[in-house]
T-cell receptor, first 114, second 113 residues
Framework: DAGITQSPRYKITETGRQVTLMCHQT?????MFWYRQDLGHGLRLIYY???????DKGEVSDGYVVSRSKTENFPLTLESATRSQTSVYFC?????????????FGSGTRLTVV | QKEVEQDPGPLSVPEGAIVSLNCTYS??????FMWYRQYSRKGPELLMY????GNKEDGRFTAQVDKSSKYISLFIRDSQPSDSATYLC?????????????FGQGTRLTINP
């Protein structure tokens, strides 16, 4: 199916564990993004990627790592999960181009760190 | 000072009412102005966008931008229960490859039948 898919939809993990959230898109969009959504903060950018093997930090990147070996995949890893990382995580993508501001979002991963 | 301020609500109105949602921003570098709609347990979806001051209409929705006041609004006419969602304003910052979206907190809207 065409689109942007996130997995898992729900995840419960323990403090200190490493956890990876997956994101896959079928459009070959150059740009991909990870956001977290929390009450009172809206959506905040964690990391973004302009192409395979090109990534950069957003405003809340501490404690997170990303990789992008293939254009279609952009996994987000929490190296040692903390309770403050309990959130809903959204992956998004957009094509290249000056006026391509049409971000498409996945359905999100709801992560709980206990 | 936050770059974007949006009243989180919640906002509850009767079906058929006109709804007004607003955001203020402080960054003059914002170039494009967008509204996203987010249904419960779903990702945001682009509803409207504009890049100039003035009004843009799409069906029952009107987006209004006032760059001089750094203020944007979304109006919903003849509101329907299916319009119940969280509405997020969003702003595009930067140029070409460095463009990033900055979001408001979102306003939760409920339309009561």
């Amino acid at each position: 199916d065409a689109g942007i898919t996130q997995s898992p939809r729900y995840k419960i993990t323990e403090t200190g564990r490493q956890v990876t959230l997956m994101c896959h898109q079928t459009w070959s969009h150059s740009y991909m993004f990870w956001y977290r959504q929390d009450l009172g903060h809206g959506l905040r950018l964690i990391y973004y990627s302009a192409a395979a093997d090109i990534t950069d930090k957003g405003e809340v990147s501490d404690g997170y790592v990303v990789s992008r070996s293939k254009t279609e995949n952009f996994p987000l890893t929490l190296e040692s999960a903390t309770r403050s990382q309990t959130s809903v995580y959204f992956c998004a993508s957009r094509p290249t181009g000056l006026l391509n501001y049409g971000y498409t979002f996945g359905s999100g991963t709801r992560l709980t760190v206990v | 000072q936050k770059e974007v301020e949006q009243d989180p609500g919640p906002l509850s109105v009767p079906e058929g009412a006109i709804v007004s949602l607003n955001c203020t921003y402080s960054n003059s570098a914002f170039q494009y102005f967008m509204w996203y709609r987010q249904y419960s347990r779903k990702g945001p979806e682009l509803l409207m966008y504009t890049y100039s001051s003035g009004n843009k209409e799409d069906g029952r929705f009107t987006a209004q931008v006032d760059k001089s006041s750094k203020y944007i609004s979304l109006f919903i006419r003849d509101s329907q229960p299916s319009d119940s969602a969280t509405y997020l304003c969003a702003f595009l910052r930067g140029f070409q490859g460095a463009q990033k979206l900055v979001f408001g907190q979102g306003t939760r809207l409920t339309i009561n039948p």
